[in-house]
């Protein structure tokens, strides 16, 4: 029922514009190396290996040898690609084959007497490492860590090392995903493309789960005992290796600590080891009144673990982070957590892509992305389809969204028992590394969509079970053995009933018409403007919808997906995201935020009541006005006369806040009648408030965008600072707009950037980043930090420049040092220069160009009113 008052008077209040958060969060997440957290005073000491790789892409002979000379190689750091790609470039058009690192590095002498660990956390394809010219390991597979130990291979402190790295991201049958990248609906994104640390311990030390291959141990390993709201028990495994020749006895402290910083628990243990011997040290620690993990509230607490010698001294010691708290899958009463039935889980996929730098993602953006996310509503996600970086699982913990851990795999299957056996080792190693998230909710230990043999499906889920006692599985229905024997089945709501299990929807939204062409309406590129980013909000809102049946049994379901990413069989990327590959939003993303409750509160992410007018008040714009808002009604007030209100169209079951759409409240040859001939522009205007109880929340104003005038630079971080190690890097986001600010959604402009300072641009003309076309109002460039923490500055001007262009705009910022130490003989060249020399001179002032503009308007009015 629509409401109509003329003439109604609105008093403007001083509120947000939506989304309801004012400002940017400043704040820094701890990262995390080689699984653990830091512990100040441990004895163990952790340091940045990214910087001074020297790099070619290429097969080339002898680069392993010592006496090679790699002067001419260009020196980067990781992460790192071994080839950008443009924003579109989807289909197969990135670099397969061979790429070489070789890193020249000293032993600092502080580090005598030490084990000193290379860790990588991943690496695409098959990597071969070599030290001083010897092979030392061969590792397979792109997803997952592996590392050298310096010492036990005669280096001391104060050697001259060399470190080479020969990756492969061609494709290989013998090992997963093993299918073949020109039939992938992903893509083989070669380099280091994750960290590398370098860790030094004591000969005395806690152990690296992947490393040690124990079941069920290794590191440390968090065990939950009862957990109600009173008090909760936790087992804390610790695993421990003697490497010394001769035997120690040890002490291991434990102790829990809260958000605040206080110790809520403590226990010690002692331990004797011999010679090259490890064990395992279990302690319990009991927590009254705990705070317990939910995705609403996601409470953490840090276990530090010290070791020490019998006087005190310390050893080695590391922080693991955890979250207290306890799922049950109960069937066709759904999913229970902490003792309470859970709400619907609602969110998405996660493919790790992103525009132009492939998977070699800074940790900074993979907080960024998993912000988004939350702040897009989203309470799992469901990675695709491999484990993701850890910085993305330690975000996931922090901004309380429950994931579901994939094996690397999608559609292939591989007869050859050796193949088996790799995925079962990823299966462990996976567990390993990520099973002390609090935000795992399952694992998904077989290969995605895939005809595999029962055996197969019972040994995996008897591995995941011996790995992680009583954590739960989750597969596709039909595929062998899951329906009969896994915790949790992927299906449909229709499914409930037909099934004992609980039922998750892994992927909904997709609307293809075939596989080959793959039309839909759920897949809108930004750069195609307002009415597909509508209909595809629109496609994406009615499948959100049938994600909520009333029947409990059906816990939830993940979007495909997120993000536009590239896709190795497709000529076109995927465009189905709610963001695109550099996160700027769509329409459906605020869709998506529409159904986060206005309640729901988190310091570290922008919430609160909000509303988003999927309208740009252009010539071709809809007669409909489409609104999306987490409020009870809106009040739209139309061009300052009249006022429409609505109630949001709720229903029960169904999703939580639906669309409201104003029918038939805009004709573009109606508006532009105030403008034009009436000088009452300022009136052309859609006001939206959002109402609560009756009362007004949050209110947002959109005009129509006149001639481009300016440019506009923002710094998209999700309120992190730049890093300077050399590899983070923030988008800065060039837009379009008016006199006053409004974007001008159909300019189309190519953006020009320049940078001075501590910063480079990533990428050139040869891929569209610079310059970069303005899609739908806007142009991105990704800003990467030097190794020196200081100034920058960017500059974006339009390419060709001239009285009446848009004016340039200047953005400032500063890098921040890095929290970890950066080893490196040879730091990266920072190249800041453009091939474009064209610079304009203007000659008008703005006083004159106004008076020109005026005369223009005035004979144009006078004409047009002549000819009426």
Same mark, same amino acid.
């Given at each position: 029922?629509? %409401?109509?008052?003329?003439?109604?008077?609105?008093? /403007?209040?001083?509120?947000?514009?939506?989304?309801?958060?004012?400002?940017?969060?400043?704040?820094?997440?701890?990262?995390?190396?080689? =699984?653990?957290?830091? #512990?100040?005073?441990?004895?163990?000491?952790?340091?940045?290996?990214?910087?001074?790789?020297?790099?070619?892409?290429?097969?080339?002979?002898?680069?392993?040898?010592?006496?090679?000379?790699?002067?001419?190689?260009?020196?980067?750091?990781?992460?790192?690609?071994?080839?950008?790609?443009?924003?579109?470039?989807?289909?197969?058009?990135?670099?397969?084959?061979?790429?070489?690192?070789?890193?020249?590095?000293?032993?600092?002498?502080?580090?005598?007497?030490?084990?000193?660990?290379?860790?990588?956390?991943?690496?695409?394809?098959?990597?071969?490492?070599?030290?001083?010219?010897?092979?030392?390991?061969?590792?397979?597979?792109?997803?997952?860590?592996?590392?050298?130990?310096?010492?036990?291979?005669?280096?001391?402190?104060?050697?001259?090392?060399?470190?080479?790295?020969?990756?492969?991201?061609?494709?290989?049958?013998?090992?997963?995903?093993?299918? %073949?990248?020109?039939?992938?609906?992903?893509?083989?994104?070669?380099?280091?493309?994750?960290?590398?640390?370098?860790?030094?311990?004591?000969?005395?030390?806690?152990?690296?789960? *992947?490393?040690?291959?124990?079941?069920?141990?290794?590191?440390?390993?968090?065990?939950?005992?009862?957990?109600? %709201?009173?008090?909760?028990?936790?087992?804390?495994?610790?695993?421990?290796?003697?490497?010394?020749?001769?035997?120690?006895?040890?002490?291991?402290?434990?102790?829990?600590?809260?958000?605040?910083?206080?110790?809520?628990?403590?226990?010690?243990?002692?331990?004797?080891?011999?010679?090259?011997?490890?064990?395992?040290?279990?302690?319990?620690?009991?927590?009254?009144? @705990?705070?317990?993990?939910?995705?609403?509230?996601?409470?953490?607490?840090?276990?530090? &673990?010290?070791?020490?010698?019998?006087?005190?001294?310390?050893?080695?010691? +590391?922080?693991?982070?955890?979250?207290?708290?306890?799922?049950?899958?109960?069937?066709?009463?759904?999913?229970?957590?902490?003792?309470?039935?859970?709400?619907?889980?609602?969110?998405?996929?996660?493919?790790?892509?992103?525009?132009?730098?492939?998977?070699?993602?800074?940790?900074?953006?993979?907080?960024?992305?998993?912000?988004?996310?939350?702040?897009?509503?989203?309470?799992?996600?469901?990675?695709?389809?491999?484990?993701?970086?850890?910085?993305?699982?330690?975000?996931?913990?922090?901004?309380?969204?429950?994931?579901?851990?994939?094996?690397?795999?999608?559609?292939?299957?591989?007869?050859?028992?050796? /193949?088996?056996?790799?995925?079962?080792?990823?299966?462990?190693?996976?567990?390993?590394?990520?099973?002390?998230?609090?935000?795992?909710?399952?694992?998904?230990?077989?290969?995605?969509?895939?005809?595999?043999?029962?055996?197969?499906?019972?040994?995996?889920?008897?591995?995941?079970?011996?790995?992680? @006692?009583?954590?739960?599985?989750?597969?596709?229905?039909?595929?062998?053995?899951?329906?009969?024997?896994?915790?949790?089945?992927?299906?449909?709501?229709?499914?409930?009933?037909?099934?004992?299990?609980?039922?998750?929807?892994?992927?909904?939204?997709?609307?293809?018409?075939?596989?080959?062409?793959?039309?839909?309406? *759920?897949?809108?590129?930004?750069?195609?403007?307002?009415? @597909? #980013?509508?209909?595809?909000?629109?496609?994406?809102?009615?499948?959100?919808?049938?994600?909520?049946?009333?029947?409990?049994?059906?816990?939830? =379901?993940?979007?495909?997906?997120?993000?536009?990413?590239?896709?190795?069989?497709?000529?076109? @990327?995927?465009?189905?995201?709610?963001?695109?590959?550099?996160?700027?939003?769509?329409?459906?993303?605020?869709?998506?935020?529409?159904? +986060?409750?206005?309640?729901?509160?988190?310091?570290?992410?922008?919430?609160?009541?909000?509303?988003?007018?999927?309208?740009?008040?252009?010539?071709?714009?809809?007669?409909?006005?489409?609104?999306?808002?987490?409020?009870?009604?809106?009040?739209?007030?139309?061009?300052?006369?009249?006022?429409?209100?609505?109630?949001?169209?709720?229903?029960?079951?169904?999703?939580?806040?639906?669309?409201?759409?104003?029918?038939?409240?805009?004709?573009?040859?109606?508006?532009?009648?105030?403008?034009?001939?009436?000088?009452?522009?300022?009136?052309?205007?859609?006001?939206?408030?959002?109402?609560?109880?009756?009362?007004?929340?949050?209110?947002?104003?959109?005009?129509?965008?006149?001639?481009?005038?300016?440019?506009?630079?923002?710094?998209?971080?999700?309120?992190?600072?730049?890093?300077?190690?050399?590899?983070?890097?923030?988008?800065?986001?060039?837009?379009? &707009?008016?006199?006053?600010?409004?974007?001008?959604?159909?300019?189309?402009?190519?953006?020009?950037?320049?940078?001075?300072?501590?910063?480079?641009?990533?990428?050139?003309?040869?891929?569209?980043?610079?310059?970069?076309?303005?899609?739908?109002?806007?142009?991105?460039?990704?800003?990467?930090?030097? &190794?020196?923490?200081?100034?920058?500055?960017?500059?974006?001007?339009?390419?060709?420049?001239?009285?009446?262009?848009?004016?340039?705009?200047?953005?400032? /910022?500063?890098?921040?040092?890095?929290?970890?130490?950066?080893?490196?003989?040879?730091?990266?060249?920072?190249?800041?220069?453009?091939?474009?020399?064209?610079?304009?001179?203007?000659?008008?002032?703005?006083?004159?160009?106004?008076?020109?503009?005026?005369?223009?308007?005035?004979?144009?009015?006078?004409?047009?009113?002549?000819?009426?």
């Amino acid at each position: 029922m629509i %409401k109509r008052l003329t003439l109604f008077t609105v008093s /403007f209040f001083l509120m947000s514009i939506c989304p309801c958060f004012s400002g940017q969060i400043e704040y820094q997440p701890k990262i995390s190396a080689g =699984g653990f957290y830091d #512990l100040k005073n441990s004895d163990r000491k952790v340091f940045n290996f990214n910087v001074g790789w020297r790099f070619h892409k290429g097969d080339i002979p002898n680069a392993e040898t010592t006496e090679f000379n790699d002067s001419n190689w260009n020196i980067v750091s990781t992460p790192h690609t071994v080839q950008l790609m443009p924003a579109e470039a989807s289909g197969s058009r990135n670099y397969q084959g061979v790429a070489w690192y070789r890193k020249h590095f000293t032993v600092n002498k502080d580090l005598k007497n030490r084990l000193i660990n290379i860790y990588f956390e991943a690496a695409m394809g098959k990597s071969t490492v070599y030290l001083n010219g010897k092979e030392i390991l061969t590792h397979l597979g792109g997803y997952l860590p592996f590392s050298i130990e310096l010492t036990q291979l005669g280096i001391k402190a104060g050697d001259e090392c060399l470190i080479a790295v020969k990756t492969d991201n061609s494709d290989d049958k013998n090992f997963p995903p093993g299918k %073949k990248q020109t039939t992938l609906d992903f893509t083989y994104h070669g380099g280091i493309y994750r960290d590398v640390w370098m860790i030094a311990t004591s000969k005395t030390f806690i152990t690296d789960p *992947n490393k040690t291959n124990k079941v069920a141990g290794g590191g440390i390993f968090v065990q939950f005992g009862d957990i109600c %709201k009173t008090k909760a028990e936790l087992i804390i495994n610790t695993d421990i290796h003697n490497a010394d020749t001769k035997g120690k006895t040890i002490i291991i402290h434990q102790k829990l600590v809260d958000k605040n910083g206080q110790a809520v628990a403590v226990s010690q243990g002692k331990l004797s080891l011999k010679a090259d011997e490890s064990k395992n040290n279990a302690q319990k620690l009991l927590v009254k009144h @705990p705070l317990l993990w939910h995705p609403d509230s996601p409470n953490l607490y840090s276990i530090e &673990t010290l070791i020490t010698d019998s006087k005190g001294n310390a050893i080695d010691g +590391v922080t693991t982070r955890t979250g207290i708290r306890k799922i049950e899958f109960r069937g066709k009463d759904g999913l229970w957590l902490n003792g309470e039935p859970c709400d619907k889980l609602i969110g998405g996929n996660r493919h790790q892509d992103y525009a132009y730098v492939g998977n070699a993602v800074p940790n900074s953006q993979h907080w960024r992305d998993a912000k988004k996310l939350r702040e897009a509503g989203c309470r799992i996600i469901r990675v695709a389809h491999y484990p993701q970086d850890p910085s993305f699982m330690d975000a996931c913990d922090e901004l309380g969204m429950f994931v579901i851990v994939a094996t690397p795999g999608w559609q292939y299957w591989n007869k050859d028992p050796q /193949f088996a056996e790799l995925v079962y080792d990823d299966i462990r190693n996976m567990i390993r590394r990520d099973r002390n998230h609090p935000s795992v909710l399952m694992w998904e230990p077989i290969l995605n969509e895939t005809r595999f043999p029962l055996e197969f499906s019972l040994k995996a889920q008897q591995i995941t079970h011996q790995e992680m @006692p009583g954590s739960s599985c989750a597969a596709d229905n039909h595929s062998a053995g899951v329906a009969e024997n896994y915790e949790v089945v992927y299906g449909w709501p229709k499914d409930t009933g037909s099934y004992k299990q609980c039922i998750f929807t892994r992927e909904f939204g997709e609307n293809v018409d075939d596989w080959y062409a793959h039309n839909t309406n *759920n897949r809108a590129s930004r750069s195609w403007g307002e009415t @597909p #980013l509508l209909i595809q909000s629109l496609q994406l809102a009615k499948a959100y919808n049938e994600m909520y049946p009333a029947s409990r049994q059906f816990i939830g =379901g993940a979007l495909w997906h997120p993000f536009d990413h590239q896709r190795g069989y497709h000529p076109d @990327p995927y465009w189905g995201g709610i963001m695109d590959a550099f996160r700027q939003p769509k329409y459906s993303y605020y869709m998506f935020k529409s159904q +986060v409750p206005a309640t729901f509160s988190n310091p570290l992410l922008e919430t609160g009541p909000m509303l988003f007018i999927a309208h740009e008040i252009s010539p071709f714009s809809s007669s409909d006005v489409t609104i999306f808002t987490n409020c009870d009604e809106v009040r739209l007030i139309v061009y300052e006369k009249d006022t429409l209100i609505q109630k949001v169209p709720r229903t029960n079951p169904g999703m939580p806040n639906p669309p409201v759409t104003f029918k038939n409240v805009y004709d573009f040859n109606q508006m532009r009648v105030l403008p034009y001939v009436e000088k009452k522009w300022q009136q052309v205007s859609f006001i939206a408030e959002g109402l609560i109880n009756g009362k007004v929340v949050c209110r947002e104003k959109k005009m129509p965008s006149r001639r481009s005038a300016k440019l506009r630079l923002s710094i998209d971080n999700a309120g992190q600072h730049l890093t300077a190690n050399g590899a983070d890097f923030i988008p800065v986001i060039c837009e379009v &707009t008016d006199d006053d600010g409004n974007v001008r959604r159909l300019a189309k402009e190519q953006i020009l950037f320049s940078v001075e300072g501590e910063g480079e641009i990533i990428g050139d003309a040869i891929i569209g980043a610079n310059p970069r076309t303005v899609e739908f109002g806007s142009a991105p460039v990704l800003i990467r930090s030097t &190794t020196t923490a200081g100034k920058i500055k960017v500059k974006a001007r339009v390419l060709f420049e001239g009285e009446h262009a848009p004016t340039p705009a200047v953005i400032e /910022f500063e890098s921040v040092p890095s929290d970890f130490q950066l080893i490196y003989n040879e730091k990266p060249r920072t190249v800041n220069k453009s091939s474009y020399s064209f610079d304009y001179q203007r000659q008008l002032s703005e006083e004159d160009k106004q008076k020109a503009l005026n005369e223009v308007e005035l004979q144009q009015t006078e004409f047009g009113e002549k000819n009426q």
